[in-house]
């Protein structure tokens, strides 16, 4: 069960995001502001209102990204324009977003969006950090993402766990829809947490929660049931991926739900490697699964998002 009985430190404020948006974690230290992850590029204005009302006339010195999906980084350039926030990123992304390689960034691959933004500092596992007037440490997360971080400040108990580690779950594991190895790495990222003896979580998605070991308990369950039939790992792949593009967009017309699964490259390359379907038996299974699952619904020619 999720436990809201829970105090983080006066300099954290947690901006607990819908489904297509991360999650922030604002700090407001003496000398020095700084917010972790950004949401995703439609919910921009809503991300600058947040920001600013809780930091008043003081500015955002930084913005530190976990990882470099679409949702935890969509914000970035309007912080920047906003700001002029120094941005950090996982350190091996670096050549990819200097040279704003939207294939290798993922954003090409997913059918999402971002703006293109830079950075100014990176983030390497093992190094220490000073958000809110407290330190962190960068850990290294592969598993959703082989480039994620998490951080963990020790003195606190306090854990920003981004997809690594939701209450129920974690994010897809991207790697093995392309053939690499991915199950191991989430697997091991998940024992890394349980030996950290943190009291709070904050997600990249959902509430923050207090009960920490069940949850490691219930993602390395859940780790072994994809990782015994890989196919299991696409299946839900395709349908978060069209839930995503959903959430965006609040309707798609079914004829361009059929295109997309010819022509979004991580849904095409998905569906040849582990279904080995024709793109519209693909795109029927996704939709009729969505719809099955009460996630959304047919109107009129429309594939209408639902919430849950």
């Known amino acids: 069960m999720n436990d809201k009985a829970f105090s983080v430190p006066a300099s954290m404020r947690i901006l607990e995001r819908g489904w297509l948006s ?27 209102a947040l920001v600013e009302h809780e930091l008043g006339r003081r500015r955002l010195d930084r913005v530190l990204n976990t990882h470099l999906h679409s949702d935890h980084c969509g914000g970035n350039a309007a912080l920047q324009a906003r700001y002029g926030s120094r941005v950090a990123i996982p350190v091996a992304e670096a050549a990819k977003v200097r040279a704003w390689d939207e294939a290798a960034l993922s954003f090409r691959a997913t059918g999402q969006q971002c703006e ?19 330190p962190w440490r960068v850990l290294g997360a592969p598993g959703h993402d082989p480039h994620s971080v998490i951080l963990f400040c020790e003195r606190e108990g306090i854990l920003i766990s981004a997809d690594a580690l939701w209450n129920n779950g974690f994010g897809v594991i991207f790697p093995e829809l392309d053939g690499e190895s991915g199950f191991d790495e989430a697997r091991a990222t998940l024992e890394l947490i349980r030996t950290l003896d943190a009291r709070l979580v904050i997600p990249g998605h959902g509430a923050a929660f207090t009960d920490v070991k069940a949850a490691v308990a219930r993602a390395l369950a859940r780790v072994d049931f994809l990782s015994a039939s890989p196919k299991r790992n696409a299946e839900n792949a395709v349908k978060v991926l069209l839930k995503f593009l959903l959430l965006s967009r609040q309707q798609i017309p079914l004829a361009e739900v059929w295109t ?5 490259p991580l849904l095409v390359s998905t569906a040849q490697r ?11 299974w996704t939709v009729h699964s969505l719809v099955r699952a009460g996630a959304a619904k047919r109107e009129g020619g429309m594939l209408v998002n639902r919430e849950f």
Not at 25 to 31: I, K, S
Not at 260 to 264: A, D, G, K, P, Y
């Open 22 to 48: 991360s999650n922030n974690v604002l700090f407001v230290g003496r000398d020095d502001t700084a917010l972790v992850d950004s949401g995703y590029l439609t919910h921009v204005p809503q991300t600058l």
């Open 116 to 134: 293109r933004f830079t950075f100014d500092d990176t983030l390497t596992p093992g190094q220490e950090l000073v958000l809110g007037d407290m």
């Open 260 to 264: 997309m699964f010819e022509t979004v």
């Open 274 to 284: 582990y279904f080995e379907w024709p793109a519209d038996k693909m795109a029927e």
